[in-house]
């Protein structure tokens, strides 16, 4: 167990370009966690996947805004013609999702976006 | 949403106990307190979490108010590694859902 995967640690993409980031979550870990952290400031919620379903979307996440969690397992996060006001760490996390009492996160180290 | 509110900025010396406070008047009855650190270029790491009673772990302490509006992280030695980012956040069980709702943190500086 190596813990949760991002990829890339790094995108710089020109503005109006999509890019997609990918996440693996720890194994059997049936929830899944998007946050989106610009500099200075905490994590901000963006999504949420228990297994395959998405339950709950932020209203940070716009229509440009979409991510998956096929079969349950990794998710990526696609961001459709970007902006600078993009430009953040993207930081996936996942949780057991079995005994309330013991929930808690483990996160990935990130994909920093930089929109040029 | 349930907020928590943690001063900017915080400073100790080397192998001095370290009190984080946050408050977090608004809490309700299942939400239950957690805290992270970050570190510089990496994620948010686990370091405590309860609901009602003090709890302690290898990393630290958690004392949590009798009427649980407030609650203190406790670092009994701090180190050089120490030095982050603390998030005092609340788990909150809503439409089916746990949120985890951070706030801007303190960020914990440590002298040598």
């Known amino acids: 167990d190596t813990g949760v995967s991002q990829d890339p640690r790094h995108k710089i993409t020109k503005r109006g370009q999509n890019v997609t980031f990918r996440c693996d979550p720890i194994?059997?870990?049936?929830?899944l966690y998007w946050y989106r952290q610009t500099l200075g400031q905490g994590p901000e919620f963006l999504t949420y996947?228990?297994?395959?379903?998405?339950?709950?979307k932020s209203r940070l996440l716009s229509d440009r805004f979409s991510a998956e969690r096929p079969k349950g397992s990794f998710s990526t996060l696609e961001i459709q013609r970007t902006e600078q006001g993009d430009s953040a760490m993207y930081l996936c996390?996942?949780?057991?999702?079995?005994?309330?009492?013991?929930?808690?996160?483990?996160f990935g180290s990130g994909t920093q976006l930089s929109v040029l | 949403d349930a907020k928590t509110t943690q001063p900017n900025s915080m400073e100790s010396n080397e192998e001095e106990p370290v009190h984080l406070p946050c408050n977090h008047s608004?809490?309700?009855?299942?939400?239950?307190i957690h805290w992270y650190r970050q570190l510089p270029s990496q994620g948010p790491e686990y370091v405590i979490h309860?609901?009602?009673s003090n709890v302690n772990n290898r990393m630290a302490s958690l004392a949590i108010a009798e009427d649980r509006k407030s609650s203190t992280l406790i670092l009994h030695r701090a180190t050089l590694r120490d030095a982050a980012v603390y998030y005092c956040?609340?788990?909150?069980?809503?439409?089916?859902?746990?949120?985890?709702?951070f706030g801007t943190g303190t960020r914990l500086k440590v002298l040598a």
């Open positions: 956040i609340l788990r909150v069980f809503t439409s089916g859902t746990y949120k985890y709702i």
């Open positions: 608004t809490i309700s009855g299942t939400d239950y």
């Open positions: 996947f228990q297994n395959e379903a998405q339950l709950e």
């Open positions: 309860g609901l009602t």
């Open positions: 194994s059997e870990h049936n929830r």
């Open positions: 996390a996942s949780s057991p999702g079995r005994r309330p009492q013991n929930e808690k996160l483990f």
